[in-house]
């Protein structure tokens, strides 16, 4: 069975204070209430990594890093690589979001430097894609999230791949309130699961957890969530209140 996921990712919000609060008021309501069987991840800053994986559980969250360097190391000035922030305890790393692609010039191709130096330093990569709403509008999103993955993650050996989380984030929902309809949401994963099994076969495609991202958030996860093909959540946002979270987190 895939596994259920919802990740937060804080972007660039929080003082290191105010995060350890936020990563405090989850793993309370977490350890509270439980999270069913679903895994909870807080995707922080760089600068709050450790302190948030001594602040929570670790039986019951992963911390991701939101960003890694495509160079193991060396002279790259503000650079953070895969195995420093392996380092830190963080077990996953967010890849390949639409505003590093779109504001930092990540390319397919650095891109895939970027999800092997995570693979070999054991973090787990959550693979983002997505289409903007010209694309959405053409009526060319399954062909160019397709596209996407087909440049990047599907280089890689089917174990390699069975060890990726994917979140599909269409550009026209990220921060805007405007969500994709359920239907929208399980037809792109439905496309995307249809193009790993393609590729992979059915067992890992059925295997691969896939993430919904896009004003995700407490009033709609729910409905998102019953959709065969959505696995979880990416959540921007509504991450960044403890409450709203949970209430993402009890979709399921
Ligand atoms: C995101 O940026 O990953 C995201 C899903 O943002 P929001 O939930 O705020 O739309």
């Known amino acids: 069975m895939r596994q259920k996921i919802v990740a937060g990712n804080w972007k660039c919000n929080t003082t ?7 990563a405090k008021a989850v793993d309370a309501i977490v350890a509270k209430e439980g999270a069913k069987d679903v895994v909870v991840v807080l995707g ?22 939101q960003n890694c360097a495509a160079e193991a190391k060396g002279a790259f000035t503000g ?14 790393v967010i890849l390949g979001h639409s505003e590093r ?23 787990t990569p959550i693979f983002c894609c997505g289409e903007a709403l010209n ?10 999230v397709t ?11 089917s174990e390699d791949f069975k060890k990726i989380v994917i979140a599909y984030e269409p550009i026209w929902a990220i921060g805007t309130g405007v969500t994709a309809s359920s239907e929208q949401a399980q037809d792109m994963h439905a496309n995307i699961r249809a193009a790993i099994t393609a590729k992979f076969g059915v067992e890992i495609a ?14 709609n996860a729910k ?5 065969k093909d959505v696995d979880g959540g990416l959540i921007g946002g509504a991450s960044l209140k403890a409450e709203d979270f949970i209430h993402i987190i009890n979709g399921f």
């Open 101 to 123: 692609r779109e504001y930092y010039g990540e390319t397919s191709e650095i891109l895939n430097k970027k999800v092997a130096l995570a693979l070999a330093n054991g973090l």
């Open 206 to 219: 059925e295997g691969t957890s896939i993430l919904y991202g896009g004003s995700c958030n407490a009033k």
């Open 147 to 157: 596209k996407q993955l087909a440049e990047t993650i599907f280089n890689l050996s």
């Open 44 to 65: 922080t800053p760089f600068t709050h990594i450790t302190k948030v994986v001594e602040t929570v559980d670790s039986k019951r969250i992963g911390v991701a890093a």
């Open 223 to 227: 409905e998102l969530f019953a959709n």
């Open 16 to 22: 290191l204070q105010e995060g350890i609060e936020l």
């Open 79 to 92: 650079e953070v690589s895969a195995d420093m922030v392996k380092s830190t305890g963080a077990s996953y």
């Open 135 to 144: 694309i959405r509008e053409a009526g060319t999103h399954n062909e160019y």
